[in-house]
């Protein structure tokens, strides 16, 4: 697809509460290729795309929370967030949540049709071929799984890897497994989360992959976080922060360059 | 309930079956069902078209399915066989208890049937004395064991070579003790060799079925090894036990949910046998039995009808949900607790024995969406785990500490102001106390997290208050 929207369009980041809260700076590397694409970035007041809610069966509260993010981004041509999990919820499952409500399932269909997670964004609707970035490694991508199987994220961030200058993409088997990070999935089944992220790390160190990428934060601290408790010394970084050359900052749950643990 | 539930206690299940070494080792050789589909899918390039087919039909009949399960009684009767409605395991199995006792029946053998294990058929039929052979191979194993399936297509696949030759040295023993049994097929001969005998000398035979055609009255069932023909075809008598969403309109219709199912099972193009019975013998056939009854067992199914668990009437049973599940495939069919396991257990058994009691399954998934991709009839299983996580939530099923967390979280991501500034605070706070390593070991309430994983620090101030900083403006 290459329908190429004339520039300025004007993007929404839905930077994601995990983005937001825990990981910044992807949010800039995110913007920062917006920009390059010819975007117009605004980041509208915002919190959580309520899946939390949504997927722990409190439809009231996930509701609540859709319509904010509805009304914050209203001035926006698209919606775009550095996550297929979230990217998901906005435009998959917003409009299922007001389905019974034809008012506001209007408003949400309209919505979803403009919500996009980043790379796929990138390639599919602005036609990016290639990035200027340089990162020295072999790298590994795991494909998170609303990316891959509700937005249709897979070709597009390999593709864009690959025109990263000294990077080498590596395939891991299982790539398309999931992690076992599924939100509040990991801490309430923690025991049986910990199973299935370890054979993820396995899979990673067998790749010969020296970093770990993916588009979704929740999964790469789920494999950061046991890669690390396993003391395997593979670098683990949100794509988008490679795509953008945006790779001061210490990798996902290292330290500060310099400080002692 | 005739089958024990454990399924309350799902987390010390877990726990149990990720210690177990010989179930680690058997699930990490279950690999192959995952590549033998995805070949046997790349080999048919229609089969998406055949699985929007195959939810058609399905849909179809579940949407008339008072109209063509009369149908299909009445072809039955015309064929010469009987229907007999169960409401309930109980129900099915007296049905089934009564048409042996009337027979004087001493040894029934038995096809694999998932609707037996679930109405706990086996133990009925022993506590009235009347012997119970499972003939599957699978089946015949795990029977051997006093276990129950661990998969719906694959009963033993938690059972190693080993462990089947050392069941079968205790099991039989006026078999001489010096046999050499270390081949798969030593042993495949050795089952074939004894069950050959109770196919011959069992009064009844009892099968489930993967179809019933209401064109024909006709059961279908698909076997690898055949055992289920000899079950139907042997005894006196032949009883189908079957729940009532197995009804397909007519045979065309069975043709295009059999092109779907092996694939999606096995990777097979189609299972080695599969076999149509339409009523007792005919005068003239040249076998068959002379008894010809289905047991058509609702146990809650037809609730389902016009809920939204509806859509979970469609599935065929391949196990292709479970096969591809990365919870399954941690710890096994066994943890589940009851009778089906993996993704369509996890829909299915709430509904069947209850949320109270089946609700730890739905919520024991991380979403990734893998089993409705790969299910032949489209069921949209993480949905609906969905919908039962919601019916827990309105019912104050869920655990205190997940509601009253969520309440918290809820209370500030619905006040963006507010949530701005205490998450600023809180991060920048964290940082502070991280940032050296860049991640912690342990932290207050994310115990689930950091017992296993290390969980990762954040950067410090907020994106949204670095935004506003670089940029002086709310937009």
């Known amino acids: 697809m290459n329908d190429a929207v004339k520039p300025p369009t004007r993007v929404g980041l839905f930077v994601t509460c995990l983005v937001d809260l825990m990981r910044p700076s992807v949010g800039f590397a995110a913007v920062k290729l917006l920009e390059q694409a010819g975007c117009k970035v605004v980041v509208p007041s915002q919190t959580c795309c309520g899946q939390p809610a949504y997927n722990s069966g409190d439809r009231a509260t996930a509701k609540a929370i859709a319509r904010q993010t509805i009304a914050a981004f209203e001035g926006c041509d698209y919606v775009v967030a550095p996550s297929g999990s979230c990217a998901g919820m906005l435009a998959a499952h ?7 409500e034809p008012d506001m399932a209007v408003k949400a269909n309209a919505f979803a049709a403009k919500c996009h997670e980043l790379v796929s964004f990138l390639v599919d609707r602005l036609g990016v071929e290639k990035v200027s970035a340089r990162y020295e490694g072999a790298v590994a991508y795991h494909d998170s799984c609303s990316g891959l199987r509700e937005m249709g994220v897979k070709s597009q961030p390999r593709k864009l890897l690959e025109s990263v200058e000294g990077l080498r993409l ?24 910990d199973a299935i992220v370890s054979q993820k790390s396995a899979a990673v160190a067998a790749s010969g992959a020296d970093t770990l990428l993916a588009g979704d934060l929740g999964c790469l601290m789920n494999i950061a976080g046991k890669m690390q408790r396993e003391g ?5 970084r949100h794509v988008a922060e490679v795509l953008a050359g945006l790779t001061d900052d210490p990798p996902i749950g290292e330290g500060a360059k310099g400080a002692k643990p | 309930m005739t089958v024990a539930v454990s399924t309350p206690r799902f987390k010390a299940n877990v ?5 177990d070494e ?3 080792r058997a699930l990490r050789h279950s690999d192959n069902f995952v590549a033998r589909r995805a070949s046997a899918v790349e080999r048919l390039p229609e089969f998406d078209a055949l699985r929007d087919s195959a939810r058609a039909i399905k849909d179809h009949t579940l949407a008339h399915l008072d109209l063509y399960l009369e149908a299909y009684e009445r072809k039955v009767s015309e064929s010469g066989g009987n229907v007999h409605y169960a409401r309930d395991a109980a129900e099915a199995n007296a049905i089934v208890l009564g048409l042996c006792r009337e027979r004087g029946a001493k040894a029934v053998t038995k096809g694999k049937s998932m609707i037996s294990e679930e109405i706990g058929l086996n133990a009925a039929l022993e506590a009235a004395g009347i012997e119970a052979i499972e003939t599957d191979l699978g089946e015949y194993i795990i029977q051997l064991r006093g276990e129950t399936p661990s998969h719906i297509i694959a009963p033993a696949i938690h059972v190693s070579r080993d462990d089947v030759e050392a069941d079968f040295r205790r099991a039989h023993r006026d078999l001489p003790a010096t046999r050499d049994l270390s081949q798969p097929e030593q042993l495949l001969g050795e089952a074939r060799a004894i069950l050959r005998d109770k196919f011959l000398s069992a009064d009844v035979g009892i099968t489930g079925a993967n179809f019933l055609v209401a064109e024909t009255g006709s059961s279908i069932i698909v076997t690898n090894e055949g055992n289920g023909d000899l079950t139907q075809i042997l005894p006196r008598v032949h009883v189908v036990v079957a729940s009532l969403e197995k009804i397909v309109p007519t045979l065309a219709d069975a043709a295009q949910l059999l092109r779907v199912l092996a694939r999606s099972a096995t990777g097979q193009d189609m299972s080695v046998y599969t076999t149509l019975s339409t ?3 005919r005068p003239g056939d040249v076998d068959g039995p002379e008894e010809y009854h289905v047991v058509l067992l609702d146990n809650g199914r037809s609730a389902m009808l016009g809920s939204e668990f509806e859509d979970m009437l469609r599935c065929i049973r391949c196990g292709a949900c479970m096969n591809h599940c990365p919870v399954y495939h941690a710890i096994g069919g066994h943890a589940y607790g009851w009778v089906y396991p993996g993704p369509m257990g996890a829909v299915l058994t709430p509904s069947l024995i209850g949320v109270a009691e089946g609700g730890q399954l739905p919520n024991a998934s991380t979403f990734c969406g893998r089993c409705e991709e790969v299910c032949p009839m489209r069921i949209p299983l993480p949905k609906m785990m969905r919908h039962w996580r919601e019916r827990e939530f309105e019912r104050h099923l869920s655990p205190i500490a997940v509601r009253s967390g969520l309440g918290v979280w809820a209370f500030f991501a619905k006040r963006p102001a507010l949530y701005r500034l205490s998450t600023d605070l809180m991060m920048r706070a964290m940082h502070l106390i991280g940032r050296a390593r860049g991640r912690f070991s342990w932290l207050p309430f994310v115990g689930g997290w950091t017992r296993y994983r290390d969980l990762t620090a954040p950067q410090g101030a907020t994106f949204q208050s670095r935004w506003r900083a670089r940029s002086g403006s709310v937009q």
């Open chain 1, 170 to 193: 590596v395939e891991m088997k299982d790539a398309e497994v999931c992690c076992g990070f599924g939100g509040a999935f990991a801490v309430k089944y923690g025991e049986l989360s």
């Open chain 1, 94 to 100: 917003y409009p299922e949540l007001f389905a019974d």
């Open chain 1, 232 to 236: 395997r010394a593979v670098k683990v």
């Open chain 2, 15 to 19: 726990h149990e079956a990720l210690h």
């Open chain 2, 279 to 281: 009523g007792p013998r």
């Open chain 2, 22 to 24: 010989r179930l680690q």
